[in-house]
Nanobody, 123 residues
């Protein structure tokens, strides 16, 4: 079992930055990957990016490269989603999820999910 808790969301103005955290507890994370997803109002949940815990290798969807980055702190057992130059289209509930080995873009591949954290960006 892996438990995940997101934090760091909030209401910001366009152009601001936020750093979301995903704190993990439970099993050793060395064999896990963490994916970030988001769900905007009235839209389906979409994959944002992911990180492989063991190597810290990351990937982001093309539309977010250059603004978002993913990292992890092994000592804190926490994965971060740094979001810069936010715009209203980034408004969504952001979720982190965990699965063994490698991250994928499919929600159904992830057995463990956090509760989500709300990000709202005003224009």
């Amino acid at each position: 079992q892996v438990q995940l808790v997101e934090s760091g969301g909030g209401l910001v103005q366009a152009g601001a930055s936020l750093r979301l955290s995903c704190a993990a507890s439970g099993r050793t994370l060395a064999n896990y990957a963490i994916g970030w997803f988001r769900q905007a109002p009235g839209k389906e949940r979409e994959f944002v990016g992911g990180i492989r815990w063991s190597s810290a290798a990351t990937s982001l969807i093309d539309s977010l490269k250059g603004r978002f980055t993913i990292s992890r702190d092994s000592a804190e057992r926490t994965v971060y989603l740094q979001m810069n130059a936010l715009n209203p289209e980034d408004t969504a509930v952001y979720y982190c999820a965990a699965r063994l080995l490698v991250f994928t873009s499919r929600q159904s591949d992830y057995p463990y999910w956090g509760q989500g954290t709300q990000v709202a960006v005003s224009s």
